[in-house]
């Protein structure tokens, strides 16, 4: 008798803790649940953390993330107003704002996924088809110093913007955020992660990339060359210059010593007609040690004064 006792009250404790399993549930800090009952939400969504109940087997605890989601939106080809084919790759941050809404619209986070790539892919779309290039990578009509010889390119650089990268990115979360409130979500943030050419459009911009590169290195190589012969011909100035003052102050110096020395000489030949007789006399033998050797003949008159040394002793 006692071990059908014993059976009946295990199991009526086995189908009470099945029944309280059933009726409890625990709520974490990061959730939030929504109770349902065959399927339609019953009551107001609970969001504090604890412990709390529900009718067991009837109803349901469908739980909900309560932090910041993340949102990567796949890259896209997008036109921009001047016609430029970028690929643009965006990212955001959105939380479950009113967890009843968001339970009727989309149930769960998969759809919810699904609805937002449809909506944020669609207003980043809009805006950027209705702005340039430009304004979408820069924020601010900040001063920016240019090397003149960056050539034309540099105007598109200085081309001032009305709205810019930060004020699209707002337009777009503020139109995104009127559609997703309708689905119980609060759009928090959205960046552009990047902004690229096609590949196509790349292909061509390296291109003329290079060429303008190639541009200014001719630049720079025709400007060198024209300085290079520059300064050899102010070399080639400078040295004539030199040579032909050092040729002149060699003759002015070369002048000064021949005069110099005709005074020497007149000054010695003047002093007194024994020194000029003598000095008459050492220069003609001198002429004829130059002049004359073994093998040469001399015809000349008898009084002629380069012979008379040679007819008779000097006089005194």
Do not use: C
Not at 66 to 81: H, I, M, S
Not at 82 to 97: E, H, L, P, Q
């Amino acid at each position: 008798m006692k071990n059908p006792r014993m059976v009946i009250i295990a199991a009526f404790f086995l189908i009470a803790a099945y029944l309280v399993g059933s009726a409890v549930f625990v709520v974490d800090e990061t959730q939030q649940v929504i109770i349902t009952q065959f399927g339609k939400p019953q009551g107001n969504p609970i969001v504090d953390a604890g412990i709390h109940l529900k009718m067991p087997f009837l109803q349901e605890a469908n739980y909900f993330d309560k932090r910041f989601l993340e949102w990567d939106g796949a890259p896209n080809q997008v036109p921009t107003k001047d016609k430029r084919f970028i690929w643009v790759d965006t990212y955001g941050r959105w939380r479950i704002a009113d967890p009843l809404l968001y339970f009727q619209r989309v149930r769960d986070e998969r759809r919810a996924q699904s609805r937002l790539d449809d909506i944020l892919d669609g207003e980043t779309r809009n805006a950027i088809a209705n702005h340039t290039l430009v304004e979408l990578i820069r924020s601010s009509n900040r001063e920016i110093r240019i090397d003149e010889t960056l050539g034309l390119d540099a105007q598109a650089i200085l081309d001032k913007i009305v709205d810019g990268r930060s004020r699209i990115t707002n337009t777009i979360l503020k139109a995104a955020a009127n559609r997703t409130s309708e689905l119980g979500i609060e759009l928090l943030d959205l960046r552009f992660k990047r902004i690229n050419y096609v590949r196509e459009v790349q292909e061509k911009i390296y291109e003329r990339m290079i060429s303008e590169r190639k541009r200014i290195a001719d630049k720079f190589r025709s400007e060198g060359q024209g300085e290079a012969s520059k300064i050899l011909g102010d070399k080639e100035r400078d040295l004539l210059e030199i040579r032909s003052a050092a040729y002149r102050q060699a003759l002015e110096i070369k002048g000064d010593a021949d005069g110099t020395a005709t005074k020497i000489y007149a000054g010695a030949y003047n002093r007194n007609a024994e020194t000029r007789d003598f000095y008459e006399f050492l220069k003609t033998m001198e002429t004829y040690r130059n002049t004359l050797s073994s093998k040469d003949w001399l015809i000349m008159s008898t009084d002629n004064n380069f012979f008379k040394y040679l007819e008779k002793p000097n006089p005194k």
